[in-house]
């Protein structure tokens, strides 16, 4: 069943130890907010992929298809999940709230809840709440690198136990993201569809990710091709240099070929080599052996 249809939900709040793997988890034991109905497109959720075998206090990584902020790409879910299960750490797969019927920021909000529910969630679960990172392709890079600049601090004071928890990832992964919403460069249809048509400029800069680094932006590794005309190598060349303005460390992979959408890889030799440099700069950030 495709992503965006599944319906098999468990709350959060009913599972005290490690999900099984495949394990659809809701975000929100009720309405999330700004919900507009229970259809399952309105109900932000996640699968986990956390095997029994992953040592205790493993890291995490919350995966964000992309898909345009209309869609969610199926090759950049669930294989990449597994393949982050094969160096050791726990993945969730997020299903994220979609145009037409949602805007910002309710898919920040998703991707906010899900860093959240994995700190909140650690000790049951068994994984480590100072290592949670977030991994994005294409508009689920800009989810991503949304939620490295965007974020919200721990607040104990909050209601929901869960909310009380800060949402920064400690390290983000972006993969051809859309980076910049102005300009030459700007993916217009993912930037439609997260904002509505003609969305002021001081919207858009304000959620241009390269233009809200701060000293507290996670490290960040990216992956581009210099031939993307989908969403152009400048995008991760722009907010890899906010990074080392910062001195924040990161890492830029780009290849000759391959344009946009090739996931993991897929049989090209060439391109399904970043995830072996990726997780050699995980090690590298402590998020594997």
């Known amino acids: 069943m ?14 005290k130890s490690r ?14 907010p700004h919900s507009h109905g229970d259809a399952p497109t309105d109900i932000p959720a996640m699968i986990a992929f956390i095997p029994a075998n992953l040592a205790a206090h493993c890291a995490t990584v919350v995966v964000c298809p992309g898909g345009g902020y209309g869609g969610l790409a199926e090759h950049e879910a ?6 982050l299960n094969s160096l050791g750490i ?28 994995v700190r909140a969630m650690a000790g049951p679960w068994q994984l480590d709440a100072g290592r949670v990172g977030i991994l994005g392709f294409s508009a689920g890079g800009h989810l991503a690198s949304t939620a490295a600049t ?12 869960v909310d009380r928890h800060s949402s920064r990832p400690d390290v983000g992964i972006l993969v051809y993201p859309v980076i910049t919403l102005t300009g030459p460069m700007c993916h217009e249809g993912s930037c439609a569809n997260l904002l509505g048509p003609d969305a002021p400029i001081e919207l858009r800069k304000s ?16 992956v581009h091709s210099t031939d993307d005309t989908a969403v152009p190598v400048e995008n991760s060349v722009m907010m890899a240099e906010a990074l ?11 290849y000759d070929h391959g344009g946009h959408g090739y996931g993991l890889g897929g049989n090209d030799p060439v ?14 950030q402590k998020f594997c052996n």
């Not at 793997?21 to 809701?26: E, K, L, M, P, S």
């Not at 601090?153 to 136990?161: E, F, L």
């Not at 080392?244 to 780009?254: E, G, K, Y």
Request: hydrophobic share 45%.
């Open 2 to 15: 495709p992503l965006t249809q599944r319906t098999d939900y468990q709350s959060v709040s009913t599972l």
């Open 19 to 32: 999900p099984g793997v495949g394990t659809f988890i809701r975000l929100w034991d009720q309405a999330a």
């Open 78 to 83: 669930n294989p990449v999940a597994l393949w």
């Open 90 to 117: 726990a993945a969730l797969v997020l299903r994220y709230r979609l145009a037409p019927h949602y805007r910002h920021p309710a898919m920040l909000m998703d991707a906010a809840r899900a860093i959240r529910t």
């Open 150 to 161: 965007l974020f919200e601090p721990a607040d104990a004071k909050r209601k929901d136990p």
């Open 207 to 222: 959620l241009s990710s390269h233009l809200q680094v701060t000293a507290q932006t996670p490290p960040c590794f990216f």
């Open 244 to 254: 080392t303005r910062r001195q924040i460390a990161n890492q830029v992979v780009t």
């Open 271 to 284: 391109l399904a080599q970043w995830p072996g440099v990726c997780a050699q700069w995980l090690r590298t």
